[in-house]
Every structure is written in structure tokens, then in C-alpha cells.
């Protein structure tokens, strides 16, 4: 498991004073995502689907 993962686990919940996540702002340099990658194009779906199916339960609940 490389560092960033780690700590990423480790640390939990971590908000800043703010009521930013230091997660999305304290992004390591090194950071970078192969967007061609098939795997990476899988997951997106995998999320994308996920997301779709919450959004039109959420709908479906304030209606009834």
C-alpha cells in the first residue's frame, strides 16, 4: 500500500477549520490518474452508474 493510501485511511475524517476537506486540498504532487486506462474508464462507469441509480431513488422518494 503506498503512503498517500495509508495516511488516507488513518486519518479518517479530517476537516480544517474552514469546513473544507484537507483531503481535497492537501493533494500530493505526485497525484496523477492514467485517464486512458481501462481500469480507471471501468470504475468511472462503475460510479457513474452508481450515482445515476442514487439521484433517480432520491426522486423517487420525494415524490411518494
Known amino acids: 500500500m503506498s503512503e498517500r493510501q495509508t495516511s488516507g485511511a488513518a486519518a479518517g475524517n479530517n476537516k480544517t477549520s474552514g469546513g473544507q476537506d484537507a483531503s ?3 493533494v500530493p504532487e505526485d497525484f ?3 485517464l486512458d486506462d481501462p481500469e480507471t474508464e ?3 462507469v462503475t460510479i457513474q452508474s452508481q450515482f445515476r441509480k442514487f439521484q433517480k431513488k432520491k426522486k423517487c ?3 411518494s
Do not use: G, P, V
Open 42 to 44: 471501468k470504475a468511472a
Open 24 to 26: 481535497k486540498t492537501d
Open 61 to 63: 422518494d420525494e415524490k
Open 32 to 34: 496523477d490518474i492514467d
